[in-house]
């Protein structure tokens, strides 16, 4: 009886053994990642609401900012035209937050990227699988340089615009100077700093552009900044896939600061009360890499 029980001690050791070598040499599997950069160009074409070519209207100038960074605040893929905004597979919903009353983009939690800079990482296995021809951007927040004219030089300052639909703001640096808000701000907020002049004020509601070509079957709500972009390729995730998936999104900053003009002269100034009137994008064009 001794014996017949080693003798299985000795096998059981030896399952043990072998199975614990299999786990061993068992390879692990890189993790695979959906990657979303931001990317700003100022010669991309520049839309209207409605995703159209868009001139500047009459009594108005542009020009375009250089961005050194931006906040999105929801991030969505969509099937096709007739996928309704939610409906899709939403990959990023950034922090929201009831601080200042009602329901609002909580600016102090928001994360940014820079041109060319990733904005998100997740793995992709969160992702739902299949086949995407849309991708949906709610903007939050954009932080550019513009130039302007005061007391007759050219200067650049610093503008920050706040274009989500609703955003609680505590508040933030821009340049060194500082804004304390402590309340909630509606779409197109704006603050501006030059060499040590600061003004901040309000866009009138629904002055935004928010390009969206699928207007007709998904509208947007009013004042929600969602962009709509189309892939050139519509592309598929099967839950096979072995390397990263990159997405960039490029947005069009062509002539996207807008301003209401005094002195007729396509400079901006807001000395003799030129003030913005849109700082929306003027577009979005998403692309594959992996």
Not at 91 to 106: F, S
Not at 136 to 141: E, Q
């Amino acid at each position: 009886m001794k014996k017949y029980i080693g003798v299985l001690a000795i096998v059981g050791m030896l399952f043990l053994s072998c199975k614990s070598d299999e786990d061993c040499c068992t390879p692990n599997l890189p993790e695979v990642n959906l990657i979303i950069k931001f990317k700003f160009d100022p010669t991309q074409e520049r839309l209207n609401n409605l995703g159209e070519p868009a001139t500047i209207p009459v009594g108005n100038a542009a020009q375009s900012p250089i961005f050194s960074r931006m906040s999105a605040n929801y991030i969505e893929f969509a099937s096709s035209a007739n996928t309704l905004l939610g409906n899709g597979e939403i990959i990023y919903n950034g922090p929201e937050t009831t601080q200042g009353g009602a329901l609002a983009i909580d600016f102090q939690a928001a994360q940014f990227a820079g041109n060319e800079e990733v904005f998100l990482t997740i793995p992709l296995e969160e992702v739902a699988q299949g086949t995407y021809n849309w991708v949906r951007v709610s903007l939050a927040y954009q932080e550019g340089s513009i130039n302007l004219l005061r007391n007759g030089n050219d200067i650049t300052g610093t503008l920050a615009s706040f274009v989500g639909y609703n955003t609680y703001i505590t508040g933030f640096d821009v340049n060194g100077s500082l804004f304390n808000i402590n309340e909630n701000k509606a779409q197109g907020f704006w603050a501006f700093e030059a060499l040590g002049f600061t003004t901040q004020g309000q866009a009138p509601a629904g002055a935004t552009t928010v390009p969206n070509p699928l207007f007709n079957t998904s509208p947007i709500p009013q004042g929600s900044c969602v962009v709509t972009g189309q892939f050139a390729n519509a592309f598929t995730i099967t839950g096979n896939e072995t390397e990263d998936i990159e997405v960039t999104l490029s947005f069009s900053v062509n002539n996207s600061f807008e301003w209401t003009e005094i002195n007729a002269d396509g400079k901006y100034e807001p000395a003799i009360g030129e003030l913005p009137i849109d700082m929306g994008l003027r577009g979005l064009i998403p692309s594959i890499s992996n």
